[in-house]
């Protein structure tokens, strides 16, 4: 008995005169084995070498052999509908005509669909034969915009293996794509969308050298499919809502980098660490551990420096480099708002979520600046998008994922902590669900460990590492912070709760509501009303499970929401607007939520809509950063660096900065980069260290540098000052030793 009944399967084929007769015989070969009946279809794609005269040669030999010619050359996409078109059989085999795919693992194809009972069986790539950097480009060039900006999630989208029932064509609308490789990603969207079942197989692959190669990396093909993808969101989204979308993105990057040199953010805590990251690039001073905290004095991870490192790297040793970095974070982040935010709120709230974060005084503040915080929002987004995948979706191969943006998120400010409790929630939901269904046990359990080695190696081994060498300091400073001890935490429940809308209005008014803490209060106090309104009248009127069945996104990030803030509670210092990094995205997402709500229906309700969507524009426009002249911190702080450095005559200096809450790496960097640092005084090497002058910047005044008891100034001994001097309005002093 053959494992198929009727087969048909086609090639499509460009100037593969080296390759094609090999592949077809293969395929026949193989067909007259399995399949009672079948049919194999050459597409001919306009050739310029004799792959015409080669597919018709064969086409006379095998009755079993058609050629469709293509004249001119009309594009990969043209051959894939070609081919699915003419075939005339209930299963359809798409395999590329240059021989890197072996036809014997059909086997695997057939299998898999009678395990799973799916309409397409897509192959993907056991190991791909091609150049590393090849296959890193496709990933990040063309296969991960398309998952962002489609929400199509296939292990290799393109790769040219793939079962298709015929059903599927004849049910889907026409396929448009032409010339680029979107005619996959085009089909398998409209077939997602029609109900069709999706799986996958891995394929083994062979390398280009010792097939027919590929021309789907040229510059021309990758544009092309560029095009087709764009077109497809403009017909899907409409025309409109593409250019809305178009332009808050073009938004976000002007707020973000208008006049970024000197809107940006340079003071001790940026100082040191272009500092760290320039000496890793330029004397190889690899680290292990990160900055530490400015509350609990705990060290992070080092992943911020990594990550700071090729931008560093990019603007030779400039501190632009990576604020620019931070800055297309944020720009990212305003996307993913969206892309993540319409599987959770829908369409249109996610739009209007991304537009208000595009818009968001303290988002921009925060974008405007290399610091460690800033890149939290981004990794905490993607972080809790790949809970919701692995939760909804099953789909745990994202949990490596996970495992990589939570050490971010985490080496970004320990209170990415805060961020765990909501993670493991769902990630026990899942199994759960796994235990009950037994299905998928294993594949859950091998990328949770996966996850969590990434996890492990990129966060716990270096800090333990340091611990180990360093007496345990990081343990015990964490373990006074969790226990209270620095009275910077209290772990009452009470407390956590009564502290919880506080924060609830805080939160609302500095990002979503432009720090007016009126219009802050009543859009907290809205939104808590009518998602309470929400939960009872489609939980406790029917029941818990329902409300979370038909809204699984709201429940994702009203869990997100409540219990970070319910873990905030229990801090007891002050908090900053950068704490909130791991649920920045949360108030947009509800007030866009609310919007919509008040926008379905009649005319009214939009014109309200658009009324309170200008409003919540205009208290942004009045707080936003870019209505104040620039701080110019960056060319102060170089300014004043190169005078010290003219004034000390190239002779050893120390330095000291007088100031309420900075400290002088900022300068010391620029003097480091031009090979000219200031000697750090160590009390016990006093002799070696103690230079005859030393350079005292005053950023708080009135100042009085030979009394002050700044640790650089009473180290440096009895001193008198030399000369005096005024630059960028601050004083920098010159001092020498005095012997009375």
């Known amino acids: 008995m053959k494992a198929i009944d009727k087969l048909s399967v086609f090639l499509p084929a460009y100037n593969e005169e080296k390759m094609l007769a090999q592949t077809t015989r293969n395929v026949d070969g193989v067909l007259r084995e399995i399949a009672a009946d079948y ?71 057939l299998k898999k669909q009678k395990e799973t009972k799916a309409d397409i069986v897509i192959g993907y790539y056991l190991k791909r034969g091609v150049r590393f950097y090849r296959v890193l480009g496709s990933k990040l060039a063309w296969e991960l915009p398309i998952s962002l900006l489609t929400g199509l999630k296939v292990r290799d989208i393109d790769c040219g293996f793939k079962l298709i ?13 032409e010339r680029g490789p979107f005619i996959t990603t085009e089909f398998l969207l409209k077939a997602k969308k029609k109900g069709f079942k999706i799986t996958q197989v891995g394929v083994h692959h062979s390398p280009d050298e010792t097939v027919g190669g590929s021309t789907g990396a040229s510059l021309k093909v990758i544009l092309s499919a560029y095009r087709d993808l764009f077109r497809f969101l403009i017909r899907k989204n409409g025309f409109g809502f593409f250019i809305l979308l178009v332009l808050i993105t073009i938004l976000a990057a002007l707020l973000r980098f208008w006049h970024l040199p000197e809107y940006m953010t340079f003071l001790g805590d940026e100082g040191r660490d272009v500092l760290v990251v320039k000496r890793m690039i330029v004397d190889h001073k690899f680290r292990l551990i990160g900055p530490v905290t400015s509350v609990g004095n705990m060290y992070l991870g080092p992943l911020y420096y990594y990550l700071m490192l090729p931008a560093m790297f990019i603007s030779l040793l400039s501190p632009v480099g990576p604020a620019a970095m931070v800055a ?127 996890f492990l190696l990129l966060t716990v081994v270096p800090l333990v590492w340091f611990d180990l060498r360093h007496g345990f300091i990081n343990s015990q400073a ?87 803030l319910l873990c905030l509670g229990i801090y007891k210092q002050p908090i900053y607007d950068h704490y909130f990094g791991f649920l920045f995205p949360i108030p947009f997402l509800l007030v866009g939520w609310i919007l919509v709500m008040i926008w379905v229906g009649k005319l009214p309700g939009r014109i309200l809509t658009i009324l309170l969507l200008a409003g919540l524009f205009c208290l942004s426009v009045k707080e936003s950063p870019l209505r104040y002249p620039p701080a110019y911190q960056l060319q102060k702080t170089q300014t004043i660096a190169n005078f010290i450095l003219d004034k000390a005559e190239d002779k050893p200096f120390n330095l000291a900065l007088i100031a309420e809450r900075n400290y002088d790496d900022a300068y010391a960097f620029f003097m480091e980069k031009q090979g000219k640092p200031p000697v750090r005084i160590e009390p016990e090497k006093a002799s070696e260290t103690i230079t005859d002058q030393l350079f005292v910047i005053c950023e708080q005044l009135p100042c009085q540098p030979v009394y002050n008891p700044k640790a650089e100034v009473a180290m440096f001994g009895w001193s008198q000052i030399e000369e005096q001097w005024t630059i960028e309005g601050i004083e920098v002093y010159k001092l020498s030793h005095y012997y009375p």
Not at 527 to 547: A, N, Q
């Open 165 to 177: 029932s015929k059903k599927v064509i004849d049910k889907i609308p026409k396929l448009e794509s």
């Open 39 to 109: 049919e194999i279809i050459i597409i001919n794609d306009g050739s310029k070498d004799k792959t015409g005269e080669i597919a018709g040669k064969l086409a006379s030999q095998n009755k079993k052999i058609k050629v469709i010619h293509h004249s001119p050359n009309r594009g990969y996409g043209a051959a894939v509908k070609s081919g699915l078109y003419a075939a005339r059989f209930p299963w359809i085999v798409l395999i590329d005509a240059d021989g890197q795919f072996d036809f014997k693992e059909i086997d695997k194809f």
């Open 328 to 454: 297309v974070l944020s720009i990212i982040t305003v996307a993913l708002v969206y892309f993540y935010g319409r599987e959770w709120v829908g369409g249109k709230a996610a739009l209007m979520a991304a537009f208000l974060y595009a818009i968001s005084p303290v988002a921009i503040i925060y974008s405007h600046s290399s610091w460690n915080p800033n890149v939290m929002p981004f990794f905490a987004l993607i972080s809790i998008y790949a809970i919701w995948r692995i939760w909804q979706k099953k789909q745990f191969w994202w949990l490596t994922i996970l495992g990589i943006s939570f050490s971010f998120v985490l080496q970004s400010h320990w209170l990415g902590l805060l961020l765990l409790p909501t993670i493991g929630l769902f990630w026990l939901m899942t199994l759960i669900e796994i235990l009950r269904s037994k299905q998928k046990r294993k594949k859950f359990w091998l990328h949770s460990f996966f996850g969590f080695g990434f």
């Open 478 to 564: 964490f373990s006074k912070f969790l226990t209270g001890q620095e009275r910077s935490s209290n772990f009452e429940i009470s407390g956590a709760f009564s502290g919880l809308w506080l924060l609830t209005r805080n939160i609302f008014t500095r990002l979503a509501a432009g720090k007016d803490l009126f219009w802050g209060y009543w859009m907290a106090l809205i939104v808590t009303i009518l998602v309470g309104l929400k939960i009872v009248r489609e939980s406790l009127l029917t029941s818990w499970h329902r409300f979370i069945s038909r809204n699984p996104g709201l429940f994702l990030i009203l869990i997100w929401f409540l219990v970070g």
